[in-house]
């Protein structure tokens, strides 16, 4: 069956560590998303790629960023991490207007 | 101001109630609204896409007001299994927007 996938599932790291989180999905889809999810915000978009080559920024970009090199793939990066993104960490795809989840990352940043 | 603003919640309702979820949003130029479903430590899963003429889907009815930018849903005869996290999600062209979520908890 096709899905989406994540890992690590967990992670602890430390202050300036550069982090890479990957998302993997097997539905083909063009569109692909990461969020963030922390207590009294749902979930705030932090980039997003309509394609391979395609990414663009979300709400709260600052501090990351990603790549598509091919349509499975979106691995995101925190290049030097903080304790403001500890958080759970969600990929998505998407065919059109209704998203997919992966499983989410848990994400400490000591 | 949050884009996407709902009932803080929690909601603790006992089985069978009717219980009501709201949602304001502040871009007129939204073009498509969702409500997801999501359980403790688990991802969000669509429930159901919400339309200007209202749409039913067994227990589940939403209702959308674009002329007052509002977004509800209704879930009638409440089962245990409804307890989870809904979150009303507004999509303006390239920008998903999720809000805070409503925490309910249907208990026997």
């Known amino acids: 069956d096709a899905e989406i996938t994540q890992s690590p599932r967990h992670k602890i790291t430390e202050t300036g560590r550069q982090v890479t989180l990957a998302c993997h999905q097997t539905?083909?889809?063009?569109?692909m998303f990461w969020y963030r999810q922390d207590l009294g915000h749902g979930l705030r978009l932090i980039h997003y790629?309509?394609?391979?080559?395609?990414?663009n920024k979300g709400e709260v970009s600052d501090g990351y960023s990603v790549s598509r090199s091919n349509t499975e793939d979106l691995p995101l990066t925190l290049e030097s991490a903080a304790s403001s993104q500890t958080s759970v960490y969600f990929c998505?795809?998407?065919?059109?207007?209704?998203?997919?989840f992966g499983p989410g990352t848990r994400l400490t940043v000591l | 101001r949050k884009e996407v603003e709902q009932d803080p919640g929690p909601f603790n309702v006992p089985e069978g109630a009717t219980v009501a979820f709201n949602c304001t949003y502040s871009?007129?130029?939204?073009?498509?609204f969702f409500w997801y479903r999501q359980d403790c430590r688990k991802e969000p899963k669509l429930l159901m896409s919400v339309y200007s003429s209202g749409n039913e889907d067994g227990r589940f009815t939403a209702q959308l007001n674009r002329a007052s930018q509002y977004i509800s849903l209704l879930i009638r005869d409440s089962k245990l299994s409804d307890s989870a996290t809904y979150h009303c999600?507004?999509?303006?062209?390239?920008?998903?927007?999720f809000g805070a979520g409503t925490r309910l908890t249907v208990k026997p």
């Open positions: 998505a795809s998407s065919p059109g207007n209704e998203q997919f």
């Open positions: 999600v507004v999509n303006t062209l390239d920008d998903m927007r």
């Open positions: 871009n007129s130029a939204s073009q498509s």
């Open positions: 790629s309509y394609g391979v080559q395609d990414t």
């Open positions: 539905w083909n889809h063009n569109n």
